[in-house]
DNA sequence: GCGACAG
DNA sequence: ATCTTGTCGC
């Protein structure tokens, strides 16, 4: 990465934060190379918070593909430095992502957030944004659209027609999910792969480990 | 100005 | 995101 992590995660005023992810749209890669062998290591990234508290508690299981065992599970907590403004979330969970992931990163081949990838105003949500920090592949898998229009499926961007994700009902239970691709990979890999996931619920356990596991750090953990 | 708005 | 048990339904 050529700006540091200063700059990359902890901007001083929200223009400084626009400006670093106008800075990564220019240098996105949306392509699957180098692809993904048959066999690679994955890892799922959630963070839980109390309302009102400063604290939150991140988690990252690691599974295997295709087999989807589980091999291991990573936790972090720490104190929230920025509010949670809509288009504007890796700034307040990137950093407590980033340290859970910087030791680790290197082993994982795939990456899969709680959130949006390319599915944002200026196509960085917090996939995009880590997967760039991190230049790893990252799926977005988030359970609001929050930014383009569906149509048949596709979500596409209002200002130039590109497809930027898919509109996916996983499991006959609830409604769909939104998924898009993050970092180094293309849309359609994206969906095949979090498809190939799929096991009838809405949000896949796998999916859904991290969540579990990051509330039970809240809950269980100190702080 | 108004409405929308990941976690 | 979180507060929360049981309960209605496939």
């Not at 190379?33 to 990234?45: N, Q």
Request: hydrophobic share 40%.
């Amino acid at each position: 990465m050529s700006l540091p992590i200063s700059d990359l995660l902890y901007p001083k005023n929200l223009k400084q934060a626009r400006e670093v992810q106008r800075y990564i749209r220019e240098r996105l890669i949306l392509d699957d190379e180098p692809p993904l062998k048959d066999t690679f290591v994955f890892g799922v990234v959630d963070v839980s918070a109390n309302m009102y508290s400063p604290y939150a508690y991140a988690a990252c299981t690691v599974f295997e593909y295709p087999s989807l065992k589980m091999l291991d599970w990573y936790g972090y907590s720490g104190k929230y430095v920025f509010p949670y403004i809509p288009t504007y979330l890796v700034f307040r969970e990137g950093p407590l992502l980033y340290e859970l992931l910087k030791d680790i990163a290197g082993d994982l081949d795939l990456i899969i957030f709680d959130g949006q990838g390319i599915i944002h105003p200026l196509r960085v949500g917090i996939a995009t944004h880590m997967g760039f920090i991190f230049d790893t592949k990252t799926i977005g898998f988030a359970k609001k659209l929050l930014y383009g229009n569906v149509v048949d499926g596709k979500v596409i961007d209002p200002e130039d027609g590109m497809v930027l994700g898919y509109e996916v009902k996983l499991g006959k239970r609830g409604g769909p999910v939104y998924i898009s691709p993050g970092y180094r990979i293309s849309p359609e890999r994206a969906v095949e792969i979090i498809k190939s996931m799929a096991d009838g619920y809405k949000i896949p356990k796998v999916i859904r480990s991290a969540h579990i596991y990051a509330n039970k750090l809240r809950k269980e953990g100190g702080l």
